[in-house]
């Protein structure tokens, strides 16, 4: 049964600090990784998709990449600004079924 | 593209009501989930379609939850009847699997119901 990690469960930076966020998965055996951002009391925005063949995608001041073989990834945010406060949602869609296994999230806040 | 439209946006009810959640996918997205969050338990896949027909729905919790797809542009999750445990976050997403059905594009998700069952 495929479980996703996502460590730490929250995150707090002074902004323009670099960080790191990261997501692991216990079945390698993966079709693609989603990250997602979640406002208080919003919906789930899509960020970035890695297809499992792919090692990295890129998106503005966001990195993510994938390591299927050690079943982790990590999502790289540069030069931090308040309005990157949100929860940041690490998924896998693994077997042939679509079906999106999520992580429990980590909550990043940026103080100004 | 207006993306996934869900109604009602907030939804309060009394136990033992029938609530009836509604999604409108993308258009032309052939995929469509159904996820439930709460604090206790993060995100959770319900049940999802491809073309319309139900493929997996292990994880709806109980008989008291069913989910129909008319047509690729309408679904809806019933509960009958509510319970305060039934208090959520209900999202519906959508995405279009690639040719052989395999899995592969990125999921949509709509803005979400939330829902109070007193």
């Known amino acids: 049964k495929q479980e996703v990690t996502q460590i730490p469960a929250a995150l707090s930076v002074p902004e323009g600090e670099n960080l790191v966020l990261n997501c692991s998965f216990t079945d390698s055996a993966i079709y693609n990784l989603q990250w997602f951002r979640q406002d208080p009391g919003k919906g789930l925005t899509s960020l970035l998709l890695?297809?499992?063949?792919?090692r990295e995608q890129t998106s503005g001041r966001l990195n993510a990449s994938l390591d299927k073989s050690s079943g982790r990834s990590t999502l790289y945010i540069a030069a931090s600004q308040p309005g990157d406060s949100a929860t940041y949602l690490c998924?896998?869609?693994?077997?042939?079924?679509?079906?999106?296994?999520f992580g429990q999230g980590t909550t990043l806040q940026v103080k100004p | 593209d207006a993306g996934v439209i869900q109604s009602p946006r907030h939804e309060v009810t009394e136990m033992g009501q029938e609530v009836t959640l509604r999604c409108k996918p993308i258009?032309?997205?052939?995929?469509l989930f159904w996820y439930r969050q709460t604090m206790m338990r993060g995100l959770e896949l319900l049940i999802y379609f491809n073309n319309n027909v139900p493929i997996d729905d292990s994880g709806m919790p109980e008989d008291r939850f069913s989910a129909k797809m008319p047509n690729a542009s309408f679904s809806t999750l019933k509960i009958q009847p509510s319970e305060p445990r039934d208090s959520a976050v209900y999202f519906c997403?959508?995405?279009?699997?690639?040719?052989?059905?395999?899995?592969?594009?990125?999921?949509?998700f709509g803005p979400g119901t939330r829902l109070t069952v007193l």
């Open positions: 998924a896998v869609v693994s077997g042939n079924t679509g079906k999106l296994i």
């Open positions: 258009s032309g997205h052939n995929s």
């Open positions: 890695i297809q499992s063949s792919q």
């Open positions: 997403a959508s995405s279009r699997i690639l040719a052989g059905g395999v899995p592969g594009n990125e999921q949509f």
